[in-house]
């Protein structure tokens, strides 16, 4: 049996913005830490804005900076950096789903830079823990945490499971269509359905839910267009889909906080 171990970490400090790919991560109760701890909302009603409506988001790059807030990029665009709003910022009404919640708001020049290149108008908010979103407590315990990822703190993949899927489609898919935090080599194709519970390196975690998946997978991570034969959905659609939703990836609770690295070993608990 081969060992299992952390094959790759990705961070993605703006939700639906551009993927970081890390060497090491901390993590926090919210998950990686600086992972989609930031989001645009329409300026109006402060729904929040992702790849589905605005595939454009895909070209977003929004990385932390050292002062701890972001940095904003685009093509043909110059940079902007955006500094992390403090205590006094407004606090702004935002919604994701079906939760509600008061957050700061980054300012106007952000607002500015970020409706230019989006062609809406729109404001970028960020969430301090404090202020973070309680995961659904018919998959979590109360008092889990989650910061503007649509429903859980973490996602993870295995790498075979991703192989199989390419395999079946005819071509190679790009792990980044799935957005996952964790990528695991070594495992079988979805063996990841059954866990319960891991360890990665001293790091426990409970595997909540499976993870259902939408029209954003089908967004080229490097171009921003959308695939005309609406792959990988189409075949994930054979043999993925589950009372009318299609699953690919688990979505994990942390339980504790510290370092992960890639190369670290991967061990099933349950």
Same mark, same amino acid.
């Given at each position: ?16 913005? =551009? ?38 988001? @895909?070209?977003? /790059? ?10 904003? /990029? ?14 006094? @910022? ?6 994701? $789903? ?9 300012? #106007? ?47 993870? !993949?295995?790498?075979? @499971?991703?192989? #199989? ?21 070594? @495992? ?6 059954? $866990? =319960?519970? !891991? ?20 967004? #080229? ?15 994930? =659609? ?18 504790? !906080? ?13």
């Amino acid at each position: 049996m081969p060992v299992m171990q952390l094959a790759a970490l990705y961070r993605y400090p703006l939700k639906s913005g =551009k993927a970081e790919s890390l060497a090491s991560a901390r993590l926090d109760a919210l998950g990686v830490v600086g992972d989609r701890r930031w989001m645009l909302v329409e300026e109006g009603n402060g729904r929040f804005l992702t790849q589905r409506l605005l595939p454009q988001m @895909s070209q977003l /790059s929004a990385l932390w900076n050292a002062a701890g807030g972001l940095t904003l /990029s685009a093509p043909g665009r110059d940079s902007l950096d955006v500094p992390l709003p403090d205590a006094d @910022s407004e606090l702004r009404g935002v919604t994701v $789903w079906r939760d509600s919640l008061r957050v700061p708001d980054a300012g #106007d020049a952000a607002a500015e830079w970020l409706s230019a290149f989006i062609g809406r108008a729109c404001r970028l908010v960020q969430v301090p823990e404090s202020r973070a979103r309680q995961v659904d407590t018919g998959y979590a315990q109360p008092g889990d945490k989650v910061a503007f990822a649509d429903g859980f703190p973490l996602l993870l !993949i295995g790498q075979a @499971s991703l192989d #199989d899927l390419s395999a079946r489609v005819g071509r190679p898919l790009e792990m980044l269509r799935f957005r996952p935090n964790l990528v695991v080599q070594g @495992s079988a194709a979805f063996a990841e359905d059954s $866990w =319960k519970r !891991i360890r990665i390196g001293t790091l426990e975690f409970e595997v909540a839910k499976g993870c259902s998946r939408c029209v954003l997978t089908t967004i #080229d991570p490097q171009t921003g267009e959308r695939s005309a034969d609406r792959e990988p959905l189409t075949t994930l =659609k054979t043999y993925r889909e589950r009372d009318g939703e299609v699953y690919f990836g688990q979505n994990l609770l942390p339980r504790g !906080i510290g370092e992960l690295q890639v190369g670290m070993p991967v061990e099933v608990l349950a």
